[in-house]
DNA sequence: CCAGTTAATGAAAATTAGTTTCATTTGCAG
DNA sequence: CTGCAAATGAAACTAATTTTCATTAACTGG
């Protein structure tokens, strides 16, 4: 896959690539970095960033978003359950309440035997005032 | 709400706040602390960082994750478009694709004027070994 | 209102994460 | 093979976050 758009398959990428794909666990790039490293001593956690960074981009790693590593707040309007439409241009938030993800959590938890806890959803697109921006 | 859980309520806590509360965007640490000098010189970002940690805690403030702050990756699996299930004890990470969000997505849309452009979708729970590991 | 207790603060240092720069190495096309 | 651009690693650099600890100030009880 990395051939066919043109970058090189070195061994820091194999490397990398080898360890994400064998744990079942979501990695930092510094856990990354520390099981590449067992194998191939001298690559530096510079590459890691840098095939994550490739990586993500070409789609084939995921990134999860569990607990609270992101730091952007904002005041809790609704005060009770509540999910987030965010505008990817400007970072205008719309709040609402409706999810209906019920019926969802209720059939992963008989597939996957998980006791489900909760869930987080949020929209990306882009808010009114943005789109008109763009045709002007 | 502070008082109520025996927490003091100090100038700084309030001007934090106060910037939440004012703002409609999401601000990182950093934004919050440079709008609360503004008004208040020599409240430090230190505290800036244990009042958020305060306020997200009880609830009072909502964390928004656009973006790629987020650093954990794993191995897109399933290649398409699909969500993930995580262990909040040991983080295993089960994928689903069936989401069904496009009636509400669909709605938001109409409702709020944004275009929409994607999801986030992510349900945290205990696995089924965790869960064992409890009652040991 | 006042003093005492103790939670909360700010300065500074320490830690951690991530990026940039640049000389050197290496994959790979020819 | 050879040559060259892409990729790498070391090190410096920037930024974000946490820890430590002496000082301050919010609240309690009188
Ligand atoms: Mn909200
Ligand atoms: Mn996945
Ligand atoms: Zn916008
Ligand atoms: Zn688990």
Redesign the pocket.
């Given at each position: 896959m990395l051939?066919r758009r043109g970058?090189?398959?070195?061994?820091?990428?194999r490397a990398v690539l080898d360890v994400i794909a064998r744990s079942r666990d979501h990695l930092?790039?510094?856990e990354i970095h520390q099981q590449v490293v067992r194998r191939h001593p001298?690559?530096?956690?510079?590459?890691v960033?840098?095939?994550l960074a490739l990586l993500a981009d070409m789609g084939l790693i995921c990134e999860v978003h569990v607990g609270g590593n992101c730091?952007s707040y904002l005041l809790r309007r609704p005060l009770g359950h509540h999910h987030h439409l965010v505008c990817s241009d400007c970072g205008r938030v719309v709040d609402f309440s409706d999810c209906d993800l019920g019926q969802l959590e209720k059939r992963l938890a008989e597939d996957t035997g998980y006791e489900i806890e909760g869930h987080l959803l949020e929209f990306a697109g882009r808010c009114p005032d943005c789109r008109a921006a763009t045709f002007t």
């Open positions: 051939r970058y090189r398959l070195t061994t820091q990428r930092t790039p510094g001298g690559v530096g956690l510079v590459s960033y840098r095939t730091r």
